[in-house]
């Protein structure tokens, strides 16, 4: 599996940002996708996770309402909009694939883990 993430960059606080990430080299619509976030100095910490068909997700309490996770199982790829941005969302974003049943939160959840991308909200 190579999950490729795009679509970070430098917005002011308020704005908006759309994540992407591309999947390859299995069957996209057998992997529970999520995102996940890693600011300096800190631990890597889940932002929102969806399963496989793309009916249910869950997110992390600080997002709700201004983040939604989506996926586009005959393009191969899973978004995170992300709205009302604070400055305290500024980390490096990745997405991860995990091959399982139901939606998980943990890192240990996943095995795939794509490079990331840098998301800096200034105020």
């Known amino acids: 599996v190579q999950l490729q993430a795009s679509g970070g960059g430098l917005v002011q606080a308020g704005g908006s940002l759309k994540l992407s990430c591309a999947f390859s080299g299995r069957t996209f619509s057998m992997y529970v996708m999520g995102w996940f976030r890693q600011a300096p100095g800190e631990e890597r910490e889940f932002v929102a996770a969806i399963s496989r068909s793309g009916g249910s997700n869950y997110s992390e309490d600080s997002v709700k309402g201004r983040f939604t996770i989506s996926r586009d199982n005959a393009k191969n790829t899973v978004f995170l909009q992300m709205n009302s941005l604070k400055v305290e969302d500024t980390a490096i974003y990745y997405c991860?694939?995990?091959?399982?049943?139901?939606?998980?939160?943990?890192?240990?959840?996943?095995?795939?883990w794509g490079q990331g991308t840098q998301v800096t909200v200034s105020s």
């Open positions: 991860a694939a995990a091959s399982r049943l139901t939606i998980g939160a943990r890192k240990s959840d996943y095995a795939y």
